[in-house]
């Protein structure tokens, strides 16, 4: 990707977040970016495609910044499964102020047809994948359940975290999903405790 596109990039990422999708236009994305909308159109070919780069490379470097977290946290699965939370609560806390950015674009875009469903979607299936998988050491006939409560919770969370209407959002989801997983798979033995 040439200097130009990069910036065309992070220009479009503040402001569709900050703004909205719709409210930001190529002109002010060129401007803010320092380069010609021709530039812009000849990397990207449309404000569509900035919109997909946009959302896929927020997607990519989330996908990053979690599976550092969960490798961090070994390989216990409860410990895991919290581990997503937290990661969560830190990038919200360093990159998302105002909610999901997948949550948000969605919200924005009714169009099924727009290539940038497919990201949006992609992610979402993969945090359910993720949940549902961890779910799966944890509590194998019950996994597919307990994997869609989690999802809701971190999603839920996410949401509530945009919205600002009580504090720590994310933190309070954990602490739900925690007595979630203690419950879980027990089988008559207690789960090692995961509470930090």
């Not at 359910?128 to 409560?149: K, W």
């Not at 994310?170 to 090692?192: F, K, V």
């Amino acid at each position: 990707m040439t200097p130009g596109a990069r910036r065309v990039l992070r220009a479009a990422e503040r402001l569709f977040y900050e703004r909205g999708i719709h409210a930001v236009g190529v002109d002010l994305i060129a401007a803010e970016a320092g380069v010609t909308k021709k530039t812009l159109y000849d990397r990207f070919g449309s404000k569509e495609q900035v919109v997909v780069e946009y959302l896929a490379d927020r997607d990519e470097r989330w996908r990053a910044f979690l599976d550092r977290r969960l490798d961090l946290a070994g390989p216990d699965a409860r410990r895991r499964v919290l581990a997503v939370f937290d990661a969560s609560r830190e990038w919200s806390g360093e990159n998302s102020a105002r909610g999901c950015s997948m949550v948000n674009a969605h919200a924005e875009i009714s169009d099924p047809s727009h290539p940038a469903g497919a990201i949006i979607a992609g992610q979402k299936e993969w945090m359910l994948a993720l949940f549902t998988g961890l779910c799966e050491e944890i509590d194998p006939d019950g996994a597919a359940a307990l994997g869609r409560t989690l999802m809701l919770l971190h999603e839920g969370s996410l949401v509530a975290h945009g919205l600002r209407i009580f504090p720590d959002p994310i933190a309070h989801a954990r602490d739900r999903a925690r007595t979630l997983l203690e419950d879980a798979g027990r089988g008559g033995g207690r789960p090692p405790d995961v509470r930090r």
